[in-house]
């Protein structure tokens, strides 16, 4: 039987000011950064004053954050990286599914690195709302292991990743991903973001099908893109929002891709990431009733969850089934048998 921790009762018994947030913040994906978006203010509410993050493009931060007075830390100074480990009393990885099957090299690197400031530092080592998975490959299975070894106490989110770092480590808790907290954060003034976003796209006065796109790897069997375009062409009334979850110019053939659709499409409305990540959250929320989305991003999928958009449940990964399961979401598609098919009873389903 499980343990469970959520985060705001590990946030009543530890102080986690004079902390280092690690993550994979920075590289212009809406799931990561709403993570931290989320974590920032969440420290912020308990009054954190000396806090610093790894953040890959610091120049960009004020694009998709709220400056809260906290400090970023270029991830492409090793130097900087090492002096605030050596300074911070605490590191923090702040969410996200860093062992799946999106693992790389650099989640590999933190791993190693958290191992080496617990058993050579002392450093206390805190793993919140993070997933594992067996989708990972070889190096997910180490970067998880030393991870997992250095942690003071680890929040998992799903329950596949409670089974598995509890193996690894005793001190482990299931817990909810962090952006399940949202609804708690409307306090955070967006309004003017949303306004411009919602100016951009123009008015929702009708059923509208929210459709994002996203990167795979090669070794990633997946029918996504073909079956979307097949849809898109079989109807081309329906009104429709294609979005990219990262910005433009980090995945340059995505958007192209939506922006083809656009230009054969007029009535197509297409939109990158260059926003807040809670922006989504109220604009999902705001106009619930019009929309439907379809797309595999886990974050995405949980956004619209919290805002009540129904989703078409497709899953390319065991972090995604596991987010339905715990949405109550029986019905699952894997992302390499999706059909138009699919796509087509869920838009056209209780209409």
């Known amino acids: 039987m499980s343990r469970e921790k959520q985060l705001s009762q590990l946030l009543a018994e530890t102080s986690f000011d004079d902390s280092f947030i690690m993550g994979y913040y920075g590289g212009g994906n809406f799931g990561d ?33 709220h ?4 400090e970023p830390v270029d991830s492409a100074s090793k130097i900087d990286v090492l002096k605030t480990v050596w300074r911070q009393r605490t590191l923090v990885i702040g969410g996200g599914g860093l062992w799946g099957l999106d693992v790389n090299v650099n989640v590999v690197l933190m791993s190693i690195m958290l191992f080496i400031a617990r058993t050579f530092l ?44 509890s193996k ?42 929210f459709i994002s796109v996203r990167r795979f790897k090669p070794h990633q069997p997946n029918a996504y893109q073909t079956a979307i375009a ?34 054969r ?5 297409v939109m990158d990431f260059d926003y807040n990540p809670i922006v989504l959250y109220r604009f999902f929320k705001r106009h619930h009733a019009f929309l439907k989305y379809v797309g595999p991003q886990f974050h995405v999928l949980l956004v619209a969850h919290l805002a009540g958009v129904p ?41």
């Open 33 to 65: 950064e709403l993570l931290f978006e989320v974590l920032q203010h969440t420290f912020r509410q308990q009054g954190y004053e000396n806090i610093s993050f790894l953040y890959q493009k610091p120049d960009e931060y004020s694009r998709f954050h």
């Open 67 to 70: 400056d809260l007075g906290y």
């Open 122 to 165: 002392g450093k206390d080592v805190y793993l919140l709302g993070v997933g594992y998975y067996g989708s990972t490959g070889w190096l997910g299975h180490i970067g998880a292991w030393l991870a997992g070894k250095s942690a003071t106490q680890i929040l998992a989110r799903d329950k596949e990743s409670y089974q598995r770092f």
């Open 168 to 209: 690894i480590n005793p001190r482990t808790y299931l817990c909810d991903d962090m952006a399940f907290s949202l609804p708690k954060l409307d306090h955070i003034d967006v309004d003017n973001e949303l306004r411009v976003l919602e100016e951009r796209l123009g008015p929702i006065d009708k059923p509208t099908i």
């Open 230 to 263: 097949t849809w898109l062409a079989n109807n081309p009334d329906q009104p429709v929002i294609m979005a990219l979850m990262e910005p433009r110019s980090v995945d340059p053939e995505g958007f192209a891709f939506i922006k083809g659709w656009q230009n």
């Open 265 to 269: 499409r007029p009535g197509v409305k």
């Open 311 to 351: 989703s078409l449940p497709i899953v390319y990964d065991n972090k995604v089934s596991e987010l339905l399961n715990r949405i109550g979401q029986k019905r699952q598609i894997a992302l390499s048998d999706l059909a138009v098919t699919d796509i087509q009873q869920f838009i056209t389903a209780a209409e």
